[in-house]
């Protein structure tokens, strides 16, 4: 044995309590996929002797056996779902690589020439509310298409300065069409440019950045729905005749980058290139930091869209999100981006007379849209590029109030003079939204919410403010027959996904979810929004709304306050000018909430016996696997509990409550 092979490895068994689909397949020590570890320098390991390396392996169940030889140790690796998913993932992927080499290439059959014909549509009869606006043919044609006749107010207002290369700060309604608002001009702009040959990498033009997953992952299908539109529309491509195999190159790619996602995988799509890249900060700056080329696409950027800004720093996320925006600066201004307000500088009329020279050159256009946005933010925008003095020139008490201040103080806007449409409704409340309030104690809100749930079925989104909340409710509407998902993010992402799908496809389904999913998302069809805990602040109330009463559609909205909140919802409703009596009390049905309080009281004594027994399991399986690890028998004592002791004969554990884990549901048939 050579010194370099003297390993030493370190076994992580993370395994019994997973809730995740198991498969284990025996395998000897050498074929265990083994990692790297870093040597810690501080154990005295990090010297650069040779001797010794790290490596661990997760996902592995270390069981001993006795055979006649004497003990032999074998190891099961575990393949979870996720492993699984991330495997399949990654090979269908491959696939579809290999797939396309075979089509694309054909060996090394040309690239077809393409003659790209803007088609002709006669926007005027056919789509006269998108007429005024010069948006390239094949947008019109989809905009046909998908049925859109006339562009939002929002998109109305803002389409014209963002067609005019100017900078736009948006702030409508939930739901009214700000994807689009921002979408349409760099779509314009992309497919204004000769379509990518396959031969050349594309760099990122547009990078959308967003304040979750989620909605990261539906600006881009909402954005790639409207490619395909594009796509699929009479599209005035027309290959040349020849022999070529090759399908042509897509015109305008969008990608998703995202945490919770396999990041090899969304490395490979950012290798082959993307025009639009729709981001969450944190996944963008992991990224980002390991990838010069990215980096430099981005210095390059035509388009910056900020969505949900005012949330974005909200999520924590303001280090990476600072991290990246300093990309965008021009060169100038990063030199002095204003850690500390220094209090020299230059004469600022002439910085910003270059500034505007630059802009004209490097014509990186910004748009930061959002359904909340305070006025003094909105002011500040502007501030920040008519300032009386000099620019440089911030004094202490001068700096930023709050982080929004500081994020778009930090943001390189080009344009001397963005553009701010405010199209905030009075009060901030959607005309189609009905509101409502239940004043109750906390301890009945579940009977409240159950009463509400039966009453008036549909598709309801119930949002509380801790993971911790949903988690005690989940089993209790579960028991109480109602069609419920969770969502929160301490869930895996491809679990937040699947239910996100799981609801919107169930007709009369219940959403339980914390405000990751107040921001952005556009649910089809939700009836009601459940404020089962009073939201955080004003701006929270109003995007937890905005998940229904979305594009025209009607919406209900009901807070349930417990007397120790009321005074936060005033203060909360005086925020937005509004006055706690404008939002009536609902009339309950007594008799019919009498006959549910008892139904949620059995429910929950079934909850609590049904936790206690898994509980008890839990400790049990866990006891038993770390006997068998240690080759320890395990006895049960008097009271039940099981002891691991040192003697040989083995005892049959039965689980003594497996005659109380008959379904439940029976108890609740009326
Ligand atoms: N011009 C249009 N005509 C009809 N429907 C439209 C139009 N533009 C967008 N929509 C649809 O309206 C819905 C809401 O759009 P979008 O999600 O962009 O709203 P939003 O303003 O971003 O909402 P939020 O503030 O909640 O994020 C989407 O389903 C979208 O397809």
Avoid at 633 to 639: A, C, E, F, G, H
């Amino acid at each position: 044995m050579t010194f370099k092979s003297a390993v030493k490895r370190k076994l992580s068994t993370k395994l019994a309590s997973s809730r995740k689909r198991q498969k284990i397949q025996h395998r000897n020590a050498d074929e265990l996929p083994w990692k790297t570890v870093k040597r810690p320098t501080e154990s005295g390991l990090g010297g650069d002797d040779g001797i010794l390396e790290l490596e661990e392996v997760e996902g592995v169940e270390v069981v001993y056996e006795t055979t006649d030889g004497g003990r032999v140790v074998k190891f099961n690796q575990v393949i979870t779902d996720e492993t699984q998913d991330a495997d399949e993932l990654l090979e269908k992927e491959e696939e579809e690589e290999a797939q396309d080499k075979e089509v694309q290439g054909a060996a090394s059959s040309p690239e077809p020439i393409l003659v790209e014909e803007l088609p002709t549509f006669d926007s005027e009869s056919l789509l006269p509310g998108w007429h005024k606006f010069p948006l390239h043919p094949r947008i019109m044609m989809a905009l046909h298409d998908k049925g859109f006749e006339s562009p939002t107010a929002i998109q109305a207002a803002s389409l014209p300065f963002a067609l005019a290369d100017r900078d736009v700060v948006g702030i409508a309604q939930t739901g009214s069409g700000k994807t689009l608002a921002y979408g349409l001009p760099i779509l314009h702009y992309l497919l204004s440019q000769p379509r990518p040959s396959s031969s050349k990498k594309r760099a990122v033009k547009a990078l959308v950045l967003a304040p979750t997953r989620e909605l990261a992952l539906q600006v881009s299908s909402h954005l790639n729905a409207m490619v395909t539109s594009i796509e699929s529309s009479k599209t005035g491509v027309i290959p040349e005749p020849s022999t070529s195999t090759k399908k042509p190159p897509p015109h305008v790619s969008i990608a998703a980058i995202v945490g919770g996602m396999s990041a090899q995988k969304q490395r490979r799509i950012i290798d082959r290139g993307v025009d639009v890249m729709v981001a969450t900060p944190g996944r963008l700056w992991d990224i980002l930091e390991d990838d010069d080329q990215l980096a430099q696409e981005i210095r390059n950027l035509r388009f910056l869209v900020l969505d949900e800004a005012d949330r974005m720093i909200e999520a924590g996320h303001f280090a990476e999100l600072e991290n990246i925006l300093r990309l965008t600066l021009l060169e100038s201004k990063n030199e002095h981006i204003p850690e500390e307000f220094d209090e020299n500088g230059m004469n600022l009329e002439e910085e910003d007379q270059e500034d505007v020279k630059e802009g004209i050159k490097d014509g990186l256009q910004t748009f930061i849209f959002s359904a909340t946005l305070s006025k003094d933010l909105q002011r500040n925008v502007k501030k920040k590029f008519r300032p009386k003095g000099n620019k440089k020139h911030y004094k202490r008490d001068q700096a930023p109030a709050t982080t929004l201040d500081d994020l778009l103080l930090r943001l390189d806007f080009r344009d001397p003079n963005p553009e701010v449409i405010d199209l905030s409704p009075v009060g901030n409340v959607v005309s189609t939204l009905q509101e409502g309030k239940i004043e109750c104690l906390s301890g009945d809100k579940d009977v409240y919410l159950y009463y509400f749930l039966l009453r008036y079925p549909g598709k309801s989104l119930v949002f509380l403010s801790s993971i911790d909340g949903i988690r005690r409710l989940m089993p209790l509407v579960e028991l109480l027959n109602i069609n419920a998902f969770p969502l929160h993010s301490q869930l895996e992402q491809r679990q937040r996904l699947k239910n996100l799908d799981r609801f919107t496809n169930t007709p009369n389904s219940v959403l339980l979810a914390t405000d990751i999913a107040a921001r952005g998302l556009d649910i089809p069809a939700v009836d009601h929004v459940i404020h089962f805990q009073i939201p955080r602040s004003a701006d929270t109330y109003i995007h937890r709304n905005g998940r229904t009463a979305r594009a025209m559609r009607k919406g209900f909205s009901m807070l349930m306050v417990a007397p120790d909140e009321r005074r936060v919802v005033k203060a909360l409703l005086g925020n937005l000018g509004r006055d706690d009596a404008d939002i009536p009390e609902m009339t309950i049905e007594l008799s019919m909430l009498d006959r549910l309080k008892a139904r949620v009281q059995l429910a929950r004594k079934i909850e609590n016996t049904q936790h206690k027994i898994k509980k008890t399991n839990h400790d049990r399986n866990w006891m038993r696997e770390t006997a068998e690890a240690l080759g320890v028998d395990l006895i049960r004592t008097i009271s039940g509990v099981l002891d691991p002791l040192n003697v040989s004969s083995n005892v049959h554990v039965q689980d003594d409550n497996d005659h109380l884990s008959s379904r439940p549901y029976e108890a609740f048939t009326c």
